[in-house]
């Protein structure tokens, strides 16, 4: 298996505390955080690219999806915080060579909490170089 979950956290994390050192990030679900604004990234998929196995089965180039969650729990404010924290993070997964396949508003479970929702996806070899679909 393909596995760069941590390299792509870190820089996407880098980045984030850059602008928002209070901020938390996780590299797992959480529904209620600690301290905001925060961000969560997570590998929600990788499966292999089955055009490029080879006779014995092995792997070459690895599908992945990764799910952003931006959290807020700014009383005004709380969706220009998500949505500036999502041109900043979204700018980082491109460069990085993902393409974003879905933005949304989530509906949160604590109603007092903001939450904007983005996937990626992208191609990575065993390499570890990263392709657009």
Do not use: W
């Not at 491109?94 to 109603?111: E, I, P």
């Not at 992208?122 to 392709?131: E, L």
């Amino acid at each position: 298996m393909i596995d760069i979950e941590s390299t792509v956290f870190d820089a996407v994390a880098k980045t984030f505390t850059a602008a928002y050192p209070k901020g938390s990030r996780y590299g797992e679900e959480v529904d209620t955080p600690v301290s905001f604004p925060c961000i969560t990234l997570i590998e929600s998929d990788n499966y292999t690219y089955e055009k490029s196995l080879t006779d014995e089965m092995r792997e070459h180039h690895a599908n992945l999806m990764y799910t952003l969650n931006i959290y807020s729990n700014k009383t005004s404010g709380a969706k220009q915080e998500c949505k500036a924290i999502l041109v900043l993070l979204d700018e980082k997964m491109q460069s990085l060579g993902f393409v974003r396949t879905m933005k949304a508003q989530t509906k949160n479970q604590d109603s007092k909490i903001y939450r904007i929702t983005a996937r990626y996806r992208a191609v990575v070899s065993d390499d570890y170089r990263i392709y657009r679909r």
